[in-house]
C-alpha cells in the first residue's frame, strides 16, 4: 500500500450506501450530531462556554473553504457555547509555510483546541506535535494530518473516486473499453487526491483506456487547463471520450479547454465538491456530474468534536468518532466519515436544493432559466 493512503476499515467501506438519499443521511447523521450539542448537555456538565477553537483551512481557490466550512464550523461552535465561542480562523491560501506560521500563532495564542485541513498532510506533522506538546488538542479536518491528531473528521473519499469512476464507466456504456479517457487528479500532498485516485481507478482500470494521467499542483485550474490543451495535442480532442477531473474547479478549467479547441458535443467529464458553478453547469449539460459531499455534516462533526474534546466530554467524543483510520504515522485514530452522493441532472433536487445549500434561484440565474425548466427546476 502506498505509505502516504490512509487505510479505512473495510467494514464501514461496506456500510455506506452509494444512492443513499441526502435526507436520510441528514436524519442519520443527525441523530448523532444533534443529541451532542446544545444547551443541556453544556449546562448538565457544567462545562464552560467560553471556549476558543483554531480552525486552519488551505486554501482559497475552491469554493467550499470560505463558502462552507468556515461559516459552518463558526456557526455550530456559537450554537454550541451559547454563542460565547469564539472560531480563530486563518487560511493558508495554499502555502505550506504559511499554514505553519499560522499554526504557530494559534499555539502562542493557547487557543483550545485546533482544527486543521491541511495543505501538506506530511509538513503539518510537525506543527501537531508542537500543539500536542502544548497541551492542545488537534483534529484533521477533511484532510488526514499526519502526527499525533486526536481525530478525523471527513468523508469516505475513496468512495468519492469510485462514484467519479463509476459515473464515467456508465456514461460510455457498452463500448467503453475501446475509449480513451484523460485523468486529472488533484494535488499529491493533499491525502485525498491518492484516495480519490485509487477509487476512481478501481472502476476504471480494465475498463476504459486511461490515455493520459496528471497530477494538479494545489489543485489549480490553471495547471488542469494546461494539462488539459496539452492532452488535447497529444490524443486528440475528438478522441477524448471522457474527463476524470477530481473537482469542480479544475472540470470548469477542462470544459472551457474543451470548448476552445472548438468542441461542441462535450464528453462526460465529472467534478467533486458541488461549486454553484458546477451544479449550474450540470443543469446547462456542459458537466456530467460533481460528488456532493454534505459540508454541513462534516462543520458539524468537526465543530461537535472539537466543543466535546475541550469539555472531556469522552462519551460523546467517542459517540461522534466511531470509526477508524490509520494515517501514516498514527494507527486507530478516531473519525467521523460522513457518506457522499453522485449529483446529476437527476437528483439536484433532491440533495443540494433539499439540504438548503442553494435555492432554485441561486441556480436557475437567467442564463440557465431555460435548462432549469427542461429539468423541472422552477421556484
Ligand atoms: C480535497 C477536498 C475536496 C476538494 C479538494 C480541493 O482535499 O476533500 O473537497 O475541495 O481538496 O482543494
Excluded at 477508524?324 to 437527476?346: E, F, G, K
Amino acid at each position: 500500500m502506498n505509505p502516504r493512503t490512509p487505510r479505512t476499515r473495510p467494514a464501514r467501506r461496506s456500510a455506506l450506501v452509494l444512492t443513499v438519499a441526502l435526507s436520510a443521511l441528514s436524519l442519520t447523521a443527525c441523530g448523532v450530531v444533534d443529541g451532542l450539542g446544545g444547551d443541556d448537555d453544556s449546562a448538565s456538565q457544567g462545562t464552560g462556554n467560553d471556549i476558543t477553537v483554531g480552525l486552519l483551512l488551505p486554501d482559497k481557490d475552491t469554493a467550499r473553504f470560505e463558502k462552507f466550512d468556515h461559516p459552518l464550523i463558526k456557526e455550530r461552535v456559537a450554537e454550541l457555547t451559547d454563542r460565547k465561542g469564539e472560531v480563530v480562523y486563518a487560511n493558508a491560501e495554499g502555502s505550506k509555510a504559511r499554514q505553519s506560521e499560522q499554526f504557530a500563532r494559534l499555539i502562542a495564542d493557547g487557543v483550545d483546541v485546533i482544527l486543521v485541513d491541511a495543505v501538506d498532510a506530511g509538513a503539518v506533522a510537525a506543527d501537531v506535535r508542537k500543539a500536542k506538546d502544548a497541551g492542545i488538542p488537534v483534529i484533521a479536518y477533511d484532510r488526514l494530518a499526519e502526527g499525533p491528531i486526536d481525530a478525523y473528521v471527513s468523508h469516505d473519499n475513496a468512495l468519492v473516486g469510485e462514484v467519479q469512476g463509476r459515473a464515467i464507466v456508465d456514461a460510455l456504456g457498452e463500448d467503453a473499453a475501446d475509449r480513451k479517457i484523460v485523468m486529472m487528479n488533484g494535488e499529491p500532498a493533499d491525502p485525498n487526491t491518492a484516495l480519490f485516485k485509487k477509487g476512481a481507478l478501481g472502476e476504471l482500470d480494465g475498463k476504459v483506456d486511461i490515455a493520459r494521467s496528471y497530477d494538479t499542483e494545489k489543485w489549480l485550474p490553471e495547471v488542469a487547463a494546461e494539462n488539459m490543451r496539452k492532452a488535447i495535442r497529444e490524443v486528440g480532442a475528438g478522441d477524448i471520450a471522457a474527463v476524470y477531473s477530481a473537482n469542480d474547479g479544475m472540470a470548469g478549467a477542462v470544459i472551457d479547454v474543451l470548448q476552445d479547441a472548438g468542441v461542441t458535443d462535450l464528453p462526460p467529464v465529472t467534478g467533486q465538491d458541488a461549486d454553484l458553478a458546477a451544479v449550474r453547469r450540470i443543469v446547462a449539460g456542459t458537466q456530467h456530474m460533481t460528488v456532493y459531499k454534505s459540508f454541513l455534516l462534516e462543520a458539524q462533526g468537526a465543530a461537535d468534536m472539537a466543543v466535546a474534546r475541550v469539555r472531556d466530554q469522552d462519551i460523546q467524543f467517542d459517540a461522534l468518532t466511531r470509526e477508524r483510520v490509520d494515517s501514516p504515522t498514527r494507527q486507530d485514530i478516531p473519525s467521523m466519515l460522513v457518506p457522499v452522493v453522485a449529483l446529476d441532472r437527476d437528483n439536484i433536487r433532491n440533495t443540494v436544493i433539499q439540504d438548503g445549500v442553494y435555492t432554485v434561484d441561486d441556480i436557475c440565474a437567467p442564463a440557465y432559466a431555460a435548462a432549469c425548466a427542461e429539468i423541472g427546476l422552477t421556484s
